[in-house]
């Protein structure tokens, strides 16, 4: 397993290295301190599972980063470590195509178990967005989804419990299995709602769940320690 940290912080970086190391033994760190070598290295590593990524660091705005790093690796997941858990900040980071947003102040635990859902293909969102983004319609809230409603929102019925389950943390398999449908269908349902809520990914798409009300999870098995883990 290969990972990136990019991170102006030494410090920050040598911890979350230690942390890091429950991952697995074969485990395999690089380093980055700006968005210049963030890129740098981006361009010439192979085989890259994930980017732990800081959003403050010198080269160029973080959102002009963030978006620079998904253009030279679409396929690999990029996870916000951040200081700060501003829910515009974050929607916007989730705009752009991260994969997960950590708060820096999380615990190793949930670290780790956050990490872990998003390389098996997952997403994760700090508990805050997901709480305070379920205002819907009227026009309150903010950032993405700010006025969705489900009376204004475009999808069919069975969209609507696919979509709710995708917000519940369920995989296409899952999705397919509850709804007694083939996974290629489920394939169809996803890529139809993404379109009518006009977002890019998966992540865009719990957001939008949680805008719906639609993101009542199984407690004690989808956030554990306190936080709140999307599968995906």
């Given amino acids: 397993m290969k990972i990136l940290i990019a991170d102006d912080h030494e410090l920050f970086r040598d911890g979350l290295r230690l942390v890091l190391g429950d991952l697995g033994p074969d485990l ?3 380093e980055a301190s700006s968005y210049d070598q963030t890129l740098e290295i981006a361009n010439r590593e192979e085989g890259l599972d994930l980017v732990l990524l800081d959003l403050v660091m010198p080269g160029m705005p973080w959102n002009e980063g963030l978006g620079a790093v998904k253009r030279r690796l679409p396929a690999v997941p ?26 820096k102040t999380s615990s190793s635990k949930v670290m780790l178990s956050a990490l872990r859902l998003v390389m098996s293909g997952g997403v994760y969102l700090p508990p805050a967005l997901i709480d305070e983004s379920s205002v819907v319609g ?4 903010d950032g993405p989804h700010a ?24 995989s296409n398999k899952e999705i397919a299995r509850i709804l007694n449908l083939s996974e290629g269908t489920v394939k169809l349902h996803v890529t139809a709602i993404l379109k009518a809520l006009n977002v890019s990914n998966r992540t865009g798409a719990v957001v939008a769940a949680s805008r719906l009300g639609l ?5 004690g098995e989808a956030e554990p320690m306190g936080d709140r883990v999307v599968n995906g």
Avoid: C, M
């Fill in 138 to 141: 009227g026009g309150r809230g």
């Fill in 28 to 30: 395999q760190v690089i």
């Fill in 147 to 170: 006025d969705l409603s489900l009376d204004s929102t475009p999808l069919t019925p069975r969209q609507r419990e696919v979509l709710a389950l995708l917000g519940q943390g369920k």
């Fill in 78 to 103: 990029v996870v916000i470590l951040s200081a700060s858990e501003d829910r515009r900040l974050v929607l916007e980071a989730v705009r752009l195509g991260a994969a997960g947003f950590i708060p």
């Fill in 215 to 219: 993101t009542s999870l199984n407690r």
